[in-house]
């Protein structure tokens, strides 16, 4: 089980225009789409997904040093670090979202511990626009604890990753 660990999000990296691209991308669309909506070539939207891509693997990497977190993959197009903490012996995941810049996720074995609701709340918010961010189609999370969300998510966006 996951469960965001509070008060980290940071500023995002990217510029308005790398984070446009880099949404649009995430989602789902070609490079031909994004250049046509955004009015502009491909070559720029490519130069700019890929100068995007760089920042955040940049920022990921800096995130995870910043928490002694020990990297074990990193996902670039996905804009997900996949870490672990030696200390506190977890598995650690850094992620980036447009809304939200990058935050850090901790493995927690007892989730249904957690009963501040404000938090729940916020890392439910947070979950969700990390799926639809990422095009990922997810039903019936009224009543689903974050959790069971996260490791729906996280899950399909490393499919190797076992939670």
Not at 50 to 55: I, V
């Amino acid at each position: 089980m996951m469960y965001m660990a509070p008060n980290c999000s940071i500023a995002s990296p990217l510029s308005q225009k790398q984070k446009t691209i880099w949404s649009l991308k995430s989602k789902g669309f070609s490079v031909s789409e994004i250049a046509k909506t955004l009015k502009t070539t491909r070559q720029y939207v490519n130069q700019t997904r890929l100068t995007a891509e760089a920042k955040l693997s940049s920022s990921l990497l800096e995130v995870a040093q910043l928490n002694d977190l020990q990297v074990i993959k990193l996902y670039p197009q996905q804009a997900l670090l996949l870490c672990h903490h030696p200390v506190l012996n977890r598995k650690a995941i850094v992620t980036y979202t447009s809304s939200y810049g990058l935050k850090v996720w901790y493995w927690y074995d007892k989730p249904e511990g957690i009963n501040d609701q404000s938090f729940l709340k916020q890392t439910k918010m947070y979950l969700l626009e990390l799926a639809k961010e990422r095009g990922i189609e997810i039903t019936d999370t009224e009543n689903m604890h974050p959790a069971k969300l996260a490791d729906i998510i996280f899950s399909k966006i490393i499919p190797e990753l076992k939670t």
